[in-house]
């Protein structure tokens, strides 16, 4: 039986924002769809891009996977198989929808950094898809100089999602169609980093190569994370 949870929902999509949407889906419906933003995010179900940015629709074209991981342009590479669904992703927003934007979501408490950077860590099926995905990680970790003798596991995840955000835009302009545009001054790479308790939201500088908050005052109730 179709879940109870998602009927109810789409009764209170209908009876609220579609009638509110309508005439915008129904313009969207006749001229397609042209966001200027593109979001790579995480699978992970507290982390929405649509609902952080608050987005219409129509205004992002997103694609998430396991990690918000991006894998380097390497056609035929075995690591991530004959399937690219991520690059496929980036091939069409950028060179079909012509984003201007694409931004490289990573958040706080993330399940695919927990899993590389805990060893002990088994496969959950004799596939092992998370575990040859997630291998994507490795230079994160290498840029990060490894868990620090006395630092706590929860800390050195925070630090590997910070770098996996870094290590994902150099593998974008890996893709030589990005980094032209990117040259040219057509298209804009971001990082950016949310975390689920406090929804502090951090953006990459990138001349200091620091994630700072993306607005100067938070509401009072929301308590700001340590940059690290």
Not at 69 to 85: F, K, S, V
Not at 187 to 200: I, K
Request: charged share 25%.
């Amino acid at each position: 039986m179709f879940p109870a949870q998602l009927t109810d929902g789409y009764r209170a999509f209908l009876d609220d924002r579609f009638i509110r949407e309508q005439e915008r889906f129904e313009d969207l419906a006749k001229s397609g769809q042209k966001p200027q933003v593109m979001i790579i995010g995480c699978c992970d179900s507290r982390v929405s891009p649509e609902t952080i940015f608050n987005a219409r629709p129509g205004e992002m074209f997103v694609a998430r996977n396991v990690g918000a991981l991006i894998p380097p342009y390497e056609p035929d590479n075995e690591l991530a198989g004959t399937h690219h669904g991520t690059s496929a992703a980036l091939e069409f927003a950028v060179e079909a929808l012509k984003v201007e934007h694409i931004v490289v979501l990573g958040h706080a408490r993330c399940g695919a950094m927990r899993a590389f950077a805990d060893d002990a860590t088994e496969p959950l099926s004799p596939g092992d898809f998370i575990g040859r995905w997630i291998r994507l990680v490795l230079p994160a970790a290498e840029r990060t100089g490894g868990r620090g003798v006395h630092e706590t596991l929860t800390v050195y995840i925070e630090r590997l999602a910070l770098a996996s955000v870094e290590s994902s835009i150099s593998n974008l302009r890996s893709f030589p169609w990005i980094k032209q545009l990117e040259d040219e001054g057509k298209l804009q790479l971001h990082g950016a980093y949310f975390d689920v308790a406090t929804g502090v939201l951090m953006v990459l500088e990138p001349d200091t190569g620091h994630f700072v908050p993306a607005v100067a005052t938070m509401p009072k109730r929301v308590s700001m994370i340590r940059c690290v």
